[in-house]
């Protein structure tokens, strides 16, 4: 696969986003795993790793973004035990739900996707920014992504710069006293430890600004 230079996303490119998420959850099991078992039960890296694994089988179905997308959402939620499976297969639901029938999107349009995913998750997860959870990379990322477009930058330069914001806000989880999840069942204990979801998170931005060569 070669590096995206278009100024657009294709049903592809999106298909390759979601593949190559899997591989790095993959690669980072162990260590996702490792961080939950800090503040958490020791099963993220696991369950990200099943859940983004059943995601992959199911990429070559799709015939429009919408399509691929809620599929892959879809998949999340019924294959993930843990709470992070419905929230990230929300995320990407109501990406889908936003996108409509397309075989490609422009930049903002990903942006307006993408946001209305995270506004789902703070619907879903009763969740806002400061509870230590996957929302404190998310948010900083969608915002970050939207204010580069605002200045006139291309996909390549707002992926870099939300990919830059979302690794921020993962680590701002670190001080945090979690107060969703269980993490909160720690109260105080839990801070002073990075947020698993947050960190997996982040990696969404990351496996697109390698999709994108940024
Ligand atoms: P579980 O907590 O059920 O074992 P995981 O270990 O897979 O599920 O996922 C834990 C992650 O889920 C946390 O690190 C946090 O980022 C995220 N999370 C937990 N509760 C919420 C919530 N209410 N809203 C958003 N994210 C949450
Ligand atoms: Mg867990």
């Known amino acids: 696969m070669g590096s995206v230079t278009a100024n657009?996303?294709?049903?592809?490119?999106?298909a390759e986003w979601l593949?190559?998420?899997?591989?790095?959850?993959?690669?980072?099991?162990?260590?996702?795993?490792?961080?939950d078992s800090a503040i958490g039960d020791a099963d993220h890296g696991a369950n990200m790793a099943r859940g983004t694994a059943a995601v992959v089988t199911?990429?070559?179905?799709?015939?429009?973004?919408?399509?691929?997308?809620?599929?892959?959402?879809?998949?999340?939620?019924?294959t993930?035990?843990?709470t992070?499976?419905?929230?990230?297969?929300?995320?990407?639901?109501?990406?889908?739900?936003?996108?409509?029938?397309?075989?490609?999107?422009h930049?903002?349009?990903?942006?307006?996707?993408?946001?209305?995913?995270?506004?789902?998750?703070?619907?879903?997860?009763?969740?806002?920014?400061?509870?230590?959870?996957?929302?404190?990379?998310?948010?900083?990322?969608?915002?970050?992504?939207?204010?580069?477009?605002a200045d006139g930058a291309g996909l390549h330069d707002a992926v870099d710069s939300a990919q830059q914001s979302a690794a921020a806000g993962r680590d701002a989880t670190?001080?945090?006293?979690?107060?969703?999840?269980?993490?909160s069942y720690l109260g105080e204990r839990s801070a002073g430890h990075l947020d698993p979801g947050a960190t997996s998170a982040t990696y969404l931005w990351d496996a697109l600004a390698d999709l994108l060569g940024v």
């Open 174 to 183: 670190i001080p945090m006293v979690a107060r969703k999840g269980r993490a």
């Open 107 to 149: 930049p903002d349009e990903f942006g307006k996707a993408f946001r209305a995913g995270v506004e789902g998750v703070i619907a879903r997860g009763k969740t806002e920014l400061g509870d230590k959870t996957m929302i404190d990379a998310l948010v900083p990322s969608i915002d970050a992504f939207d204010a580069a477009l």
């Open 80 to 82: 993930v035990g843990g």
């Open 84 to 105: 992070s499976g419905p929230l990230y297969g929300t995320l990407l639901m109501k990406m889908g739900m936003a996108t409509g029938q397309r075989i490609a999107l």
């Open 19 to 35: 593949r190559r998420y899997a591989q790095i959850v993959d690669e980072n099991k162990a260590y996702l795993t490792e961080l």
């Open 8 to 14: 657009e996303l294709t049903l592809d490119d999106l």
């Open 58 to 78: 199911t990429l070559d179905q799709a015939q429009s973004i919408d399509a691929l997308l809620k599929k892959a959402g879809m998949t999340l939620v019924s």
